[in-house]
C-alpha cells in the first residue's frame, strides 16, 4: 500500500493550494480517506474526513475553507484549501483504512490511531 501527498507549498495569508494524494496497491475504491496535520510541536490533527459513501466531515479549525474529495476511481484523494491562515502552517499527511472504522470515526471522531496507511507528508506554510 502506498499513499503519496504532492501539492505543499508556501503561500501568503489568504491564499489557496489543492493538496493530492496518489493512493495504489490498496483496494481504495470503497475505504476511509482522510487529511491529518501536524505543526511543529503539536500533536496530529485529523482536519477532513471522506467516507465509502462520500460523506464529509471537517473540524471545526478548517470547516468552509477546506475541501475533501476524491477522483471518479478514488484512487486519487484532494484537499482543497482556501482562505489559508498562518495556523494551517505544517505537515500534511493523507491516510486510509476500510470502511468499517467508518462508525468508529463518527463516535471518537478524525484520529490518527483508526488508520493503518500513511503517506510520507507534504509541507505547507502560509506566511506574509
Known amino acids: 500500500v502506498q499513499l503519496v501527498e504532492s501539492g505543499g507549498a508556501s503561500v501568503q495569508p489568504g491564499g489557496s493550494l489543492r493538496l493530492s494524494c496518489a493512493a495504489s496497491?490498496?483496494?481504495?475504491?470503497?475505504?476511509?480517506m482522510a487529511w491529518f496535520r501536524q505543526a511543529p510541536g503539536k500533536e496530529r490533527e485529523g482536519i477532513a474526513s471522506i467516507d465509502s459513501d462520500g460523506s464529509t466531515t471537517y473540524a471545526d479549525s478548517v470547516k468552509g475553507r477546506f475541501t475533501i474529495s476524491t477522483d471518479n476511481s478514488r484512487n486519487t484523494l484532494y484537499l482543497q484549501m482556501d482562505v489559508l491562515k498562518p495556523e494551517d502552517t505544517g505537515l500534511y499527511y493523507c491516510?486510509?483504512?476500510?470502511?468499517?472504522?467508518?462508525?468508529?470515526?463518527?463516535?471518537?471522531?478524525?484520529?490518527?490511531?483508526?488508520?493503518?496507511?500513511w503517506g510520507q507528508g507534504t509541507q505547507v506554510t502560509v506566511s506574509s
Open positions: 496497491g490498496y483496494s481504495s475504491s470503497r475505504a476511509t
Open positions: 491516510a486510509a483504512d476500510n470502511p468499517l472504522i467508518g462508525p468508529a470515526m463518527k463516535t471518537l471522531g478524525i484520529i490518527s490511531r483508526l488508520f493503518s496507511y
